[in-house]
């Protein structure tokens, strides 16, 4: 076995823009020829791929699978719209959305060692970008594994510019099997890909962006002649109106703006004698 010094690495590297990783493995088996390694890394798509990796992937597809009471949400980029909309990465996107989902991961880190036709998602993709010519990016993933009743409810917008997720709780079978039910949580989930919520409630909106808001209206007042000793008593109206523009439950429902999603949730609750809760919800927009 050909002893694989760390300069022949970096050479290779040089060469190729690949890896160090990739660039030792090649050096190993190629057995420390140059010119093979560097023509084992063009088969498998690393030296094209890295090569690519310094143009911007904006585009590509935001996808969902939900089975039963697993729910996945996933985006992968790439560069074109074109590429985007084409057979080969629509299946891509399929293939790897499938290993995604038989797998048990939770993080977008993990889901890049995902074991995928006998490499890894993260090297499967690179791999991926010679044969589709485009740069690549596996970008977000998401998961929901639900426990008790409720269902898990998801919708793609525009081809998939915008995915959602959502995960709502009942109490008993009977309401997670009832069409009222599952109409209004698919509603939900158009409202969500619609309106942009940062957060189900209060309660678990960012409380740095709470802060930064509350800074910005501070200064706005200001700024109008608003006296600071009036403001403890404006800002928590302005607070308030940040809940109703960035918390799901405060917000006006998309399909009946007289009533908020809040009320929407509870009047089918009492309707159908169970309680409903609207547990989380991610919501993936293209490039952002």
């Known amino acids: 076995m050909a002893d694989i010094t ?3 690495v970096k050479e290779l590297r040089v060469m190729t823009d690949a890896g160090m990783m990739d660039c030792k493995n090649a050096l190993v088996a190629c057995e420390g020829n140059m010119d093979e390694a560097v023509k084992y890394l ?12 310094d143009r911007e992937a904006k585009e590509g597809i935001v996808a969902t699978i939900v089975d039963g009471k697993d729910g996945i949400i996933y985006e992968i980029n790439c560069e074109t719209d074109f590429c985007a909309k084409g057979d080969k990465f629509k299946n891509l996107v399929a293939e790897i959305g499938a290993a995604l989902k038989a797998s ?5 880190e993990a889901a890049q060692g995902v074991a995928i036709n006998g490499t890894t998602v993260e090297k499967y993709l690179a791999e991926q970008c010679a044969a589709i010519g485009e740069n690549m990016k596996f970008r977000k993933f998401g998961r929901y594994t639900m426990g008790g009743e409720g269902t898990l409810a998801s919708y793609i917008h525009m081809g998939g510019k915008v995915g959602v997720l959502l995960h709502v709780s009942c109490g008993n079978a009977a309401t997670a099997a009832n069409a009222e039910f599952l109409a209004m949580c698919k509603d939900l989930t158009l409202h969500i890909a619609a309106c942009a919520p940062k957060s189900v409630d209060s309660s678990s ?3 740095a ?3 930064e808001e509350q800074e910005i209206a501070k200064a706005q007042l200001l700024a109008e002649g608003k006296p600071e000793a009036l403001l403890e008593k404006i800002l ?3 607070l308030k109106a940040l809940y109703k ?3 799901l439950m405060s917000q006006e429902f998309v399909k009946d703006p007289s009533i908020s999603v809040e009320k929407l ?15 989380s919800f991610y919501r993936y927009q293209l490039g952002a």
């Open 6 to 8: 760390p300069a022949m």
């Open 42 to 53: 063009r088969e498998k798509g690393i030296a094209k791929a890295a090569k690519k990796a």
């Open 104 to 108: 048990d991961v939770t993080t977008v």
């Open 205 to 207: 909106l960012d409380p």
């Open 209 to 211: 962006f709470v802060a």
């Open 236 to 238: 928590p109206g302005k």
């Open 245 to 247: 523009q960035s918390c």
């Open 265 to 279: 949730v509870a009047e089918t609750g009492k309707k159908l004698g169970d309680t409903i809760k609207v547990e």
